[in-house]
C-alpha cells in the first residue's frame, strides 16, 4: 500500500558523505531506484548489492543507518516487503558496527517502528513473521513488546505466531517463557512448540521430562528451523549447546539423554540430527564422548550408519575404544580395491584402535589414503606414534619399491610412518634409498633409522644421503648433517635457496639458525634477503623476515641486528590486518633473544591487549625485561584471558611456565582449575578431527601446572622454619 512516497529526498541526501563496505555510498540511489521498479532481475541484483554493501558479512556502516528510512518505506509500499523487511532485520540485529557509535542502526529503526509495526497485522504470514523478527531486534522494548503482545492475541498463523513468540521472548525472556509454556502440548502447530522450547532455554527456565518429551516429540526437527536465526538451523543440536551452555551437571545430563534417545530412534532422519548433536556436544563437553558413545554405537545400525558415524570416532579417538568392534567390519571389507566408505571407516579406527586397525591398513594399502593419512599424516594424534606393525612395514616397502604407483601426499606419508618407527624400520632401508631419486623428503626417514643403527649400516646411509645432497636435496643434507655433523652440503643448499628467495626462503632461514657461527657465509645472503624498510606488509614476506632476524642472531650474535628486524616487523605488521600470527612468531623470536631484545619491550607490551598475541608476547617480555620490572600476575591474568577465550590455549600453556608458579594469585589458581578440571572444553575451534586431542593436551599441561604450584606451595618453608634451622646448626 503507498503510503508514502518511498524514494522522496533520496537525491537530495548527501549519500557522498557516508560509506559502506566498499566505500563511498553514492551508489546508494540508483540501488534504491532499482529495488523499487518494475525490472524484477534488477531488482534481485539490487537486494544483492545492498545485502554486499549495507549489510557486509553481518557488518554494518553509516550508509547502512542512512538507508534506513529509505528501506523502511519501500517495504511498507509493497516493494518485496519481505525481502526489505530482512534486510533491515538484519542490520538492526548486527553488533559488528564499523565506523559509528554502537546502536545506530538499531536507533535509525527504532525511528522507522511506527510505519514497520503496521506490517505485524499484513494480510501475508510471511510479511507478518519477518516483520515480527526484524522489529525485535531494535531492542526498542516500550514500542516493539506492546505490538508483539497484541499480534500474540490475534495471530493464528503457527509459523508467524512462532517467530512473534521469538520477538517477545528477545525483548523480555520472562513474559516469552510465559506465553511458551501454554502452547508445549502435542495438540499445537509443531513449528509453534518449537519455539516454545527456545523460548524456554533462552529465559533459563529449567529442563524438564516434558520439554525431554516434547522435544522428542518434535524430531526429526530440521524442517522447523526459523528462516531467521541461522545459529538454530540445526535445531537439536542448538537445545543440546544451549544446556551445555549453562555448565550444570543437571543440563548437561539432559543433554546427553536427548541425545542417546536420539540416537536410538528406529528412523534414519532423526539419528541423523542426532548425530550433528553428539558431534556438537563432543566438541563442547568433555564428559560427552564417554556418555554418548554407546549410543552412537547403538546408532551403528547398518554400514552407511557406520560411514557417517565414523568421523566423529575417529575425532574421539581412543575415548571411542568401544566402538572399534563396530568400525572393524566395515574398515576390513574388500581390502584389494578402491572402497571411500571401508577407508573412511579404517580411518576411525586407525584414531579409535590403532592395534586393531594396522593389519587392515596393511592389507589395503594404497587403496586406503583416508586410512593411512589418520595413521600418519596431520590427523594422527600428536602425542604418540602410530603402533609398530610386521605386516605394515612389509606393505610399506612394497610401496616405495614401485615410485610410478605413488602420488599425491602418499610418498611422505609412507616414509613418515617409517621415521616414527625408527630402528624398528631398519629393512626399509634399501628402499628408501632408492627412494631419494623420487622422493627426496624420505632422507628424514632415513636419518630417523640410521640414528640408532650399527655403525656400518650409519656410515652407507651418510654416503647416500651426502651423495643425494650433492645434488642439491635439503632434505638429504639436513640428514647428513643430524647424523655426521657435517655441515658443509647444507651450507650449499641453504644459500642457493636464500638467494632464490621465494617460498623457501623462510624455511632455509630456519635452516640456517640451528647450525650457528658455521653458517656465516649465510649471513650476506640472508640480509640480502630482508624485505627492507616499510615494504612487505604480506604475511609470507613478515615471517621470512622474523626467520631472517632469528637466523641472524644464531649465526652472529648480534642483537642489534636482529632487534633492528624485529622492530621493523613489529611496525609493518600494524598495516596487515591479517598479521596476528606473524606477530605472534615475531614475539617467539624476540624471547630468543633474551635481555638482548629489551629494546622491544613497548613492542611486546602493545600485544598484550589482544587474546592471540598476549601468550606470545607474555613469554617474550619474561625473558627479555628488566625481572624487577615485571608485573607477573598481570601478565598472568593477560594469558588466562586468551586460554579463556580459545585464542591460543598452547601457548598460554607456555607463557604460564615462563611465568612461574608464583605468578598465580588464589583467583588465577580458581580460573587455571576451571579450565584444567571443568566440562567445558577449553579448544572449541580448530582443524576438525583435532579439537579434542587439542583439548586434551591443553588440559594435561594445564593440570601439571597445578601441580607445580601446589608442590611449590608444600616445598616452601613455613612461619619461622629459617630460624629454627638457624638454631639447629
Known amino acids: 500500500m503507498e503510503l508514502v512516497r518511498p524514494l522522496d529526498g533520496l537525491d537530495s541526501h548527501p549519500w557522498s558523505t557516508f560509506s559502506h563496505a566498499y566505500g563511498s555510498a553514492d551508489d546508494l540511489p540508483d540501488l534504491l531506484r532499482a529495488l523499487v521498479g518494475a525490472d524484477a532481475a534488477a531488482a534481485d541484483e539490487a537486494l544483492s548489492q545492498l545485502y554486499g554493501s549495507v549489510l557486509h558479512q553481518g557488518t554494518v556502516y553509516a550508509a547502512s543507518a542512512e538507508s534506513v528510512p529509505f528501506l523502511a518505506r519501500?517495504?511498507?509500499?509493497?516493494?518485496?516487503?519481505?525481502?526489505?523487511?530482512?534486510?533491515?532485520?538484519?542490520?538492526?540485529?548486527?553488533?559488528?558496527?564499523?565506523?559509528?557509535?554502537p546502536g545506530t542502526v538499531r536507533m535509525a529503526m527504532t525511528g522507522q517502528l511506527p510505519l514497520l509495526l503496521t506490517l505485524l497485522t499484513g494480510a501475508d504470514p510471511i510479511v507478518r513473521r519477518t516483520a515480527a523478527w526484524a522489529v525485535s531486534h531494535t531492542r526498542a522494548t516500550t514500542s516493539v513488546l506492546p505490538a508483539l503482545g497484541e499480534r500474540w492475541e490475534e495471530e493464528s498463523e503457527p509459523l508467524a505466531r512462532a517467530e512473534v513468540l521469538a520477538g517477545i521472548t528477545r525483548l523480555?525472556?520472562?513474559?516469552?517463557?510465559?506465553?511458551?509454556?501454554?502452547?508445549?502440548?502435542?495438540?499445537?502447530?509443531?513449528?509453534?512448540?518449537?519455539?516454545?522450547?527456545?523460548?524456554?532455554?533462552?529465559?533459563?527456565?529449567?529442563?524438564?521430562?516434558?520439554?525431554?518429551?516434547?522435544?522428542?516429540?518434535l524430531l526429526p526437527a530440521e524442517p522447523l528451523r526459523s528462516d531467521f536465526d541461522m545459529e538454530r538451523a540445526e535445531p537439536l543440536a542448538a537445545v543440546v549447546e544451549a544446556l551445555l551452555g549453562r555448565g550444570r551437571g543437571a543440563d548437561r545430563e539432559g543433554a546427553f539423554a536427548l541425545i542417546d534417545a536420539s540416537l536410538r530412534d528406529g528412523r534414519a532422519e532423526v539419528r541423523e540430527e542426532a548425530l550433528w548433536a553428539a558431534d556438537r556436544a563432543c566438541m563442547l563437553s568433555r564428559g560427552a564422548p564417554q556418555r554418548l558413545v554407546p549410543g552412537l554405537c547403538a546408532a551403528a545400525v547398518d554400514e552407511e550408519a557406520v560411514v557417517a558415524l565414523s568421523s566423529l570416532l575417529g575425532g574421539l579417538g581412543t575415548a571411542a575404544a568401544p566402538a572399534a568392534d563396530v568400525l572393524a567390519p566395515l574398515a576390513g571389507r574388500d581390502p584389494e580395491h578402491d572402497d571411500d566408505e571401508a577407508d573412511r571407516a579404517l580411518a576411525a579406527l586407525v584414531l579409535v584402535a590403532p592395534a586393531q586397525a594396522a593389519p587392515l591398513l596393511a592389507a589395503g594399502l594404497g587403496r586406503r589414503p583416508r586410512a593411512l593419512d589418520a595413521a600418519a599424516g596431520f590427523l594422527r594424534p600428536t602425542a604418540s606414534a602410530f603402533p609398530y606393525d610386521g605386516e605394515l612395514l612389509d606393505a610399506v616397502r612394497r610401496r616405495l619399491a614401485r615410485p610410478e604407483d605413488l602420488s599425491g601426499n602418499e610418498p611422505g606419508l609412507l616414509t613418515g610412518l617409517l621415521a616414527e618407527w625408527g630402528s624398528l624400520a631398519a629393512a626399509a632401508l634399501p628402499e628408501l634409498y632408492a627412494a631419494l631419486a623420487h622422493f627426496p623428503a624420505a632422507a628424514s626417514a632415513v636419518a630417523a633409522i640410521a640414528t640408532d643403527s650399527a655403525p656400518g649400516e650409519r656410515a652407507r646411509a651418510v654416503g647416500v644421503l651426502r651423495a643425494a645432497a650433492d645434488q642439491g636435496s635439503i632434505p638429504a643434507a639436513k640428514a647428513v648433517f643430524d647424523l655426521a655433523g657435517e655441515h658443509e652440503p647444507l651450507l650449499r643448499c641453504l644459500d642457493r635457496d636464500i638467494r632464490l628467495g621465494g617460498r623457501g626462503l623462510t624455511e632455509a632461514a630456519g635452516a640456517a639458525g640451528p647450525l650457528g657461527t658455521r653458517a656465516a657465509e649465510l649471513a650476506p645472503a640472508l640480509r640480502a634477503a630482508l624485505a627492507g624498510g616499510d615494504s612487505g606488509t604480506g604475511t609470507p614476506t613478515l615471517d621470512a623476515d622474523i626467520a631472517i632476524a632469528g637466523a641472524l642472531w644464531h649465526i652472529t650474535g648480534d642483537a642489534a641486528e636482529a632487534v633492528a628486524v624485529l622492530d621493523s616487523v613489529f611496525e609493518r605488521a600494524q598495516h596487515n590486518p591479517w598479521s596476528q600470527w606473524s606477530m605472534v612468531r615475531a614475539a617467539r623470536t624476540t624471547a630468543l633473544l633474551g635481555p638482548a631484545g629489551r629494546p622491544l619491550t613497548a613492542r611486546l607490551e602493545a600485544l598484550l591487549d589482544d587474546p592471540v598475541q598476549a601468550p606470545a608476547a607474555a613469554l617474550a617480555l619474561t625473558a627479555v625485561a628488566e625481572p624487577a620490572s615485571l608485573d607477573r600476575i598481570a601478565l598472568a591474568a593477560a594469558v588466562l584471558w586468551s586460554a579463556e577465550r580459545d585464542a591460543d590455549p598452547t601457548g598460554a600453556c607456555d607463557a604460564l611456565e615462563a611465568l612461574g608458579a608464583d605468578a598465580l594469585?588464589?583467583?588465577?589458581?580458581?580460573?587455571?582449575?576451571?579450565?584444567?578440571?571443568?566440562?567445558?572444553?577449553?579448544?572449541?575451534?580448530?582443524?576438525?578431527?583435532?579439537?579434542?586431542?587439542?583439548?586434551?593436551?591443553?588440559?594435561?599441561?594445564?593440570r601439571g601446572l597445578l601441580a607445580a604450584r601446589a608442590a611449590n606451595r608444600a616445598d616452601a618453608p613455613g612461619p619461622g622454619a629459617r630460624g629454627r634451622g638457624h638454631g639447629a646448626q
Do not use: K, N
Request: hydrophobic share 45%; aromatic share 2%; glycine share 8%.
Open 74 to 101: 519501500i517495504a511498507v509500499a509493497g516493494h518485496r516487503t519481505a525481502d526489505v523487511l530482512a534486510l533491515l532485520g538484519g542490520m538492526a540485529e548486527s553488533e559488528d558496527e564499523h565506523g559509528m557509535a
Open 172 to 217: 523480555d525472556p520472562s513474559a516469552g517463557a510465559a506465553r511458551a509454556a501454554t502452547v508445549l502440548g502435542p495438540s499445537q502447530p509443531a513449528a509453534l512448540r518449537m519455539a516454545a522450547v527456545f523460548a524456554r532455554l533462552d529465559a533459563g527456565a529449567p529442563w524438564t521430562e516434558a520439554l525431554h518429551t516434547t522435544m522428542l516429540s
Open 665 to 702: 594469585t588464589a583467583d588465577h589458581l580458581r580460573r587455571l582449575s576451571d579450565l584444567a578440571e571443568g566440562d567445558a572444553r577449553v579448544v572449541r575451534s580448530g582443524v576438525e578431527g583435532r579439537v579434542i586431542r587439542q583439548d586434551e593436551a591443553f588440559r594435561i599441561r594445564a
